[in-house]
């Protein structure tokens, strides 16, 4: 059974780009959360989406982020105009349920490099 | 609200014991135990649900104490593989999403 799958795994872009950053959960999953991670910091939580569905955006900023779990394909994190302060790791994690006895089994991440 | 892991780091000679704590301000429904290698997904160890249970993998095991919003996490006879660093995941009575700690770096050295 395949594994939580995100590409790419490094992402560089210049500021002012856009990012997308991709997500397959793993078969049978149909809950998908995506979390931030800053060098030495904790995974911070971002959106909580079911297909087609976004359930808990608390995490997300308001400006230039975005999120979609689409009926078919992957989950797609969208980041436009990046600045400097973007520049993290990117982790999806999925799950069978959202319940709160249901585990995460996280993706190996995005790593985004803004110059 | 971010639970509070204690201790940051902690070095241990191969074949010594560590327990690594996890606490929050707010009620607790679970907590959620990982371990992260450097540039590598954090890999679900356990979860403990509330009702202080206390939970078993091979020789790592966790408490829960429900009533002190607490859960401990136990190494015992440590290997060169436990290296990494230990996150705690916290989830209150609503709520979806996971709270994590700043992580305990664990080092186990020859």
């Known amino acids: 059974n395949a594994g939580v799958m995100q590409n790419p795994r490094h992402l560089v872009r210049r500021r002012g780009q856009e990012a997308r950053l991709r997500c397959s959960p793993m078969k049978g999953h149909s809950h998908v959360y995506w979390y931030r991670q800053l060098p030495e910091e904790g995974l911070k939580f971002m959106v909580y989406?079911?297909?087609?569905?976004?359930?808990?955006e608390s995490g997300m900023p308001k400006e230039r982020f975005s999120a979609e779990f689409p009926k078919e394909g992957p989950s797609i994190l969208r980041i436009q105009q990046v600045v400097r302060g973007d520049s993290a790791a990117y982790f999806c994690?999925?799950?069978?349920?959202?319940?709160?006895?249901?585990?995460?089994?996280f993706g190996p991440g995005t790593r985004l490099t803004v110059l | 609200q971010q639970p509070v892991q204690s201790p940051q780091a902690v070095i241990l000679r191969e074949g010594e014991d560590a327990v690594i704590n996890c606490s929050s301000s707010?009620?607790?429904?679970?907590v959620h135990w990982y371990r992260q290698k450097h540039g590598e997904a954090p890999v679900f160890l356990m979860i403990?649900?509330?009702?202080?249970e206390q939970k078993g993998h091979e020789k790592i095991s966790a408490s829960f104490n429900e009533k002190k919003q607490q859960s401990s996490l136990y190494l015992t006879a440590s290997q060169l593989s436990y290296s990494g660093t230990y996150f705690c995941g916290t989830r209150g009575d609503s709520g979806y999403a996971l709270n994590f700690g700043k992580g305990t770096s664990l080092l186990v050295t020859p």
């Open positions: 707010k009620a607790l429904y679970s």
């Open positions: 403990l649900l509330k009702g202080g």
């Open positions: 994690a999925s799950s069978p349920a959202g319940g709160g006895t249901d585990t995460q089994y």
């Open positions: 989406l079911q297909k087609e569905n976004i359930i808990d």
